[in-house]
């Protein structure tokens, strides 16, 4: 069972990047890594995921280490509006064809400006 | 993108009543869809996976009887709170998934009080 491990809050200037840093030591080969962040009392928003590679979008870019035990979620220019808790989950397989995202605890990260 | 709507978004209910909560895919079809329940300042707590004509399976210590998921079709699965109590007040979210390879994309969530 894949956990992941996140500082419990962050704090970041606007304007400047937020990094947010993930453990999943305990990953195994084709787990991916999955961020959300949820906005309070909102459904989690999705923001990025990866197997192996960094991946990059309109939101944030993901870097995972070459031994993929742990992951770094950047949001490149933090606005006001990106503070939220930011979680990182590793999707793990339950069985047959299916997946679940279990969730942790995250990362509240604030952006003061 | 793709979307999940849930509704209703709020609901109050009486001690000993059932609420339905519905999930549905706008724009995709759902094989698995998921139903998490979260209480103030705490986590999101993953309570079943249900997958479309077939029984959801539950995690342990949520109770199947008192929380029943229908999934009867690829856009929509149903939460159905049976005799519901103050103690199940609570956020619930529904979650879908489109395939392996991509996201899974959430609802709004109902935001559940009994009174």
């Known amino acids: 069972d894949a956990k992941t491990t996140q500082p419990p809050s962050m704090d970041c200037a606007e304007g400047r990047a937020a990094n947010l840093p993930c453990n999943h030591s305990?990953?195994?080969?084709?787990?991916?890594v999955y961020w959300y962040r949820q906005i309070h009392s909102q459904g989690p928003q999705y923001i990025i995921h990866g197997l192996k590679n960094n991946e990059t979008n309109e939101m944030a870019s993901l870097i995972i280490t070459e031994d993929r035990k742990s992951s770094t979620l950047i949001l490149p220019h933090a606005t006001l509006r990106d503070t939220a808790v930011y979680y990182c989950?590793?999707?793990?397989?339950?069985?047959?064809?299916?997946?679940?995202?279990?969730f942790g605890k995250g990362t509240l990260l604030t952006v003061n400006p | 993108g793709a979307v999940v709507s849930q509704h209703p978004s709020r609901v109050i209910c009486k001690s000993g009543t059932s609420v339905k909560i519905e999930c549905r895919s706008l724009?995709?079809?759902?094989?698995?869809m998921f139903w998490y329940r979260q209480f103030p300042k705490q986590s999101l707590m993953l309570m079943a996976t249900?997958?479309?004509?077939?029984?959801?399976?539950?995690e342990q210590g949520v109770e199947k009887d008192k929380f029943l998921i229908n999934h009867a079709s690829l856009t929509l699965s149903t939460l159905t709170v049976t005799s519901a109590h103050p103690e199940d007040s609570s956020f619930y979210i529904c979650?879908?998934?489109?395939?392996?390879?991509?996201?899974?994309?959430f609802g709004s969530g109902t935001r559940l009080t009994v009174v």
């Open positions: 305990t990953i195994s080969g084709n787990e991916y």
């Open positions: 249900s997958n479309e004509g077939s029984k959801a399976t539950y």
């Open positions: 724009d995709f079809q759902a094989t698995t």
């Open positions: 979650s879908a998934g489109q395939g392996e390879e991509s996201g899974y994309t």
């Open positions: 989950i590793v999707r793990r397989y339950s069985g047959g064809s299916n997946y679940k995202l279990t």
